[in-house]
């Protein structure tokens, strides 16, 4: 249950009652009116905007309208104080009750508190990690591939249905200088001496691996032949191989991909030509010469003319050209193309999920996708800045298996999967992330993943103590959702309720805008409060969770204690990170 949206309809019924009063005129446009959090949280539990939203129509000025409406809300049961502020806010305060009633909801619920219905089946498409099938994932992948796949569980608890997809770039030069590359390796595995690795070719000790395998197939068969006749079987075989250990890698993640996409596959079924051709058959297409690069002309720059889409009359900052010198299509065409197949596959809401280098790439693929579907489909890119890698404070930058880069594999072993999904998403997206070998694996208050952690584990064993003198039906989450819940009466204990009662409210706004991010930073506050919390109680005797001499107030603060577990777990499976029962130091 979204506290936040259930009082919004309070709030509109009071509007309701207050035109039949004839207080209001009739037809009033409430679609603004909101019910937000306060920015302090001094100013109260929740806020609202309706007189400001509302005072033009009626006309009046918000000041005015403001306290006609916090003297309907403050005669509200559940409503403790209604007070006007700023330009014509009105902040509420509510009863401890509204708040003790939430943590029922949260136990009767379990880890589908949270849950929502906002998506209404809508089906997304979410492409992520995508990376060149040219070698292994690398660090920098990780952020992409985590930021997507949260996203996509995010968005399925907001009631979407989503398909997450990888697009595999298997056309164009990059295939085939790993081709050449492969052809290398596998010469080498026949027992060739190859040498020092030419430049241009990729270098990685990863290839051995796949020169070796060909050779077990195939032996010496490839070694006469010319180029034209080896290079497509060398890089078919180098892109199959590659991409089963980058499935085997996102797999040792917990990434689902449930469609592959290849590049080359939709190049050849004639896909391009028709996505040109619709955009030809709307005015879109025409041939044109674009001006050199904006504050700098290049040595090799001329003038030609080439086949551009209209980019700039869908927002972008040029046209774009879709052929190549050669006559072959650009790989921005392509891109039109797989954009308009996820379209014709049923999608309207589709979401790119890229790397820092594609920065440029935003605004052209949202020109096209609105255009190619005729207005019917919004893109949305998220951009993933890049990755820090350093081991107490000093940078990591090279793996001897890739050759140039920290793998994904080697990342994963050094620290385990559930440290790496959590904290790819301790920052924006659109911001640079320090990963930091050392810090992420420290047990203290400035490693959120083992903050976080850390208060489902002292949740958790809280519980357990309780279960050695207690009978395990009185502990279940339905019996503990009957406890006594009045008794929670002291200001710490109602603060963490009122941050639990947040997390509906927090699924659907971080779903709507597409920022898996919010879900760490949640689980974040929601730790402190417990552990704050905590802490008093080892000062305090009073506030401990289980009081000797009083079993009514340790059954309703064993209840708060299995809420917040439940809601710590509801947000890890988000992010999807297993919550622990313990913590091992």
Known sequence: MNVFKDFRKRLLGLLDEMVAAGELPVGLDTARVTVESPREASHGDMSTNAAMVLAGQVGTAPRQLAPQLALRLGALPEVLTAEVAGPGFVNLRFAPDFWRVQVAEVLRAGTAYGASTIGAGQRVNIEYVSANPTGPLHAAHARGAVVGDALANLLEKAGFIVAREYYINDAGSQVETLGRSAYLRYREALGEEIGEIPAGLYPGDY????????????????????????????????????????????????????????????????????????????????????????????????????????????????????????????????????????????????????????????????????????GKAALDVKICQLVHLMDQGKPVKMSKRAGTFVTLRDVIDEVGRDVVRFIMLTRRNDQTLDFDFAKVTEQSKDNPVFYVQYCHARCRSVLRHAAETRPAAVLTLEALAEAPLHRLVEPEELALIRIMAGWPRLVEGAAEAHEAHRVAFYLYDLAAGFHALWNKGKDDTTLRFLAPDDAELTLARLALVQAVATVVASGLAVIGVEPVEEMRS
């Open 207 to 374: 290839l051995k691996e796949v020169g070796r395998a060909l050779a077990e197939r195939d032996g010496g068969r490839w070694l006469d032949q010319p180029e034209s006749t080896w290079l497509p079987v060398l890089r078919d075989f180098a892109i199959d191989r590659i991409m089963l250990g980058i499935r085997e890698d996102l797999a040792t993640l917990g990434i689902g991909i449930n469609v592959f996409s290849s590049e080359r596959a939709l190049v050849a079924s004639g896909a391009v030509q028709a996505a040109f051709e619709e955009l030809s058959a709307r005015g879109l297409i025409y041939q044109g010469v674009l001006d050199p690069p904006k504050g700098k002309k290049p040595d090799d720059w001329e003038p030609r003319p080439q086949t551009l889409f209209r980019a700039t009359d869908y927002g972008d900052d040029v046209d774009r050209p879709l052929r190549k010198s050669d006559g072959s299509w650009t790989y921005f065409a392509n891109d039109i193309a797989y954009h308009l197949d996820k379209f014709r596959r049923g999608f309207t809401v589709l979401i790119d999920v890229l790397g820092a280098d594609h920065g440029g790439y935003v605004k052209r693929m949202q020109a096209a996708t609105t255009a190619i579907t005729g």
